[in-house]
């Protein structure tokens, strides 16, 4: 039956009446979306952070980009909290956010940690040293990840000077924090200009030293693992490449620090380390004319944990003449019979010695002391240079005819072991040095090193 007039004219203000419910209800209605950047631990957008609108119970997961929205959301004001598992298992908390929406509107928000300076001034109380940080992590079980209580993480370092008063000087520093229940630690006054080493310990158990570099960041993350007991003793292992960029690096030593494990890689860069413990270790790749370079890594028992490392090619100081078959290996009986101003080391009297480090050789050299250069490192320095700063100063050295460029970081890196060494020469005056080896501007000594290889 047709409607009446009347009745379609209800209709009509009903339907009406409905498009202008739906388009209030739209208009009311807003959204929430942003990014969350992670400005403390990896420097970039936070992917996998859980974005809360506290107010309504909602929650968002931010995706690979760190973008987050939230739709349909009524207009008021709004507090956004993020969290994500990396920053909680450092206990931080970051700072909520206050949102105000207005009906109908699109906000768009970005949600970041504080900055490294902020975070300092809340964690660490008082005046802050020039140049330092503050270091987070958590002390694990190597193998089981359980948290250790009542742990210790010490930072080593080396504080040196050179004044024409006193020469050159060191001046090592300690740091220390307890880990708490959580196995959570905190280290304040960490150096950011230079290499920290790092130790763990706990239950009587000393772990290896792990070196940290701040790179002059206010705040930095090191997660430790420890062995605390011998099951997994000689059961990780470590395989990989040296390069340096495409080129495979043969002969180069990869060793780890703090323990007398060393490999040295094959042709096509390739090595492997077995029979290491797991838990957290320091990784050292080098070769000769090559910066080294080192890194941390964790170790499991029964894995392989793979580690590829490109090494970059240090400016080559060749000397100024050509050094003559007298001049090397060949000559060092000779020289040494005639005893003229150089100190003599044989292949015997070094296997004799049975020292760690090459370094260790030239503690009783006369006019020749070592110095620590870093937690880990140690400069061979002359005393017999010359006068005022000119007094101290690392002398040339030369591996089978070879000049070694210095490491601008650590001094001189040595990459030869002393069971590989056949002799060794130290001239620490300038003047006193055969004449092949003394290149132009050189006032400081030479030290001509002769592996067994180099003979053949």
Not at 165 to 187: C, H, K, M, N, W
Not at 290 to 303: F, K, S, T, V
Not at 354 to 367: H, I, K, S, W, Y
Request: aromatic residues 6%; charged residues 25%.
């Amino acid at each position: 039956m047709p409607l009446s007039l009347a009745a379609r004219a209800a209709a009509l203000v009903v339907s009406a009446l409905g498009v202008t419910s739906l388009a209030s209800a739209q208009k009311t209605t807003g959204s929430i979306r942003g990014v969350v950047i992670d400005s403390l631990v990896s420097r970039k957008p936070l992917g996998g952070a859980l974005v809360e609108v506290v107010e309504l119970g909602r929650v968002a997961t931010t995706d690979a980009i760190g973008a987050f929205r939230f739709d349909s959301v009524p207009g008021g004001r709004y507090t956004l909290s993020f969290s994500h598992p990396m920053l909680n298992e450092i206990g931080f908390t970051p700072p909520d956010r206050a949102v105000q929406l207005g009906e109908g509107i699109d906000v768009a928000v970005t949600l970041t940690t504080p900055s490294g300076e902020a975070l300092y001034r809340r964690l660490c109380p008082g005046i802050r040293e020039p140049a330092t940080g503050v270091l987070l992590g958590t002390l694990r079980v190597a193998g089981s990840e359980a948290p250790i209580a009542a742990g210790e993480i010490r930072g080593d370092w080396t504080v040196s000077t050179l004044t024409p008063e006193s020469g050159f000087t060191s001046r090592p520093r300690v740091i220390r924090a307890a880990t708490d229940s959580s196995g959570r630690y905190q280290l304040c006054g960490v150096p950011t200009d230079v290499p920290v080493l790092l130790r763990a310990m706990a239950a009587g158990v000393e772990g290896p030293p792990l070196e940290l570099r701040m790179r002059d960041r206010v705040f930095e993350v090191r997660h430790v693992r420890l062995a605390t007991s011998p099951a997994g003793t000689g059961r990780a292992r470590i395989a990989g490449r040296v390069t340096s960029g495409t080129t495979p690096l043969a002969d180069a030593q990869v060793l780890i620090l703090g323990s007398n494990r060393v490999a040295r890689t094959r042709a096509d860069g390739s090595f492997e380390l077995d029979g290491l413990a797991e838990g957290s270790h320091t990784v050292e790749a080098r070769a000769i004319g090559y910066a080294r370079e080192r890194r941390l890594i964790d170790l499991a028992a029964d894995r392989v944990a793979p580690l590829d490392v490109s090494l970059a090619k240090l400016p080559v100081e060749l000397a100024e003449i050509k050094v003559t078959a007298s001049a090397g290996r060949a000559g060092f009986d000779e020289r040494r019979r005639r005893a003229i101003g150089g100190y003599f080391i044989t292949g015997a009297e070094i296997d004799r010695r049975g020292a760690v480090r090459v370094e260790d050789l030239f503690r009783t050299v006369p006019g020749i002391r070592i110095e620590p250069a870093s937690a880990t490192d140690y400069r061979i320095l002359s005393y017999r240079g010359g006068t005022g700063f000119a007094a101290v100063c690392e002398p040339t050295i030369y591996l089978d005819a070879i000049r070694i460029p210095l490491d601008p970081e650590s001094g001189v890196t040595l990459p030869v072991m002393p069971e590989e060494l056949d002799g060794i020469e130290v001239y620490p005056g300038p003047g006193t040095a055969p004449v092949e080896y003394r290149a132009m501007n050189q006032n400081c000594g030479v030290i001509l090193l002769w592996t067994k290889r180099g003979r053949r």
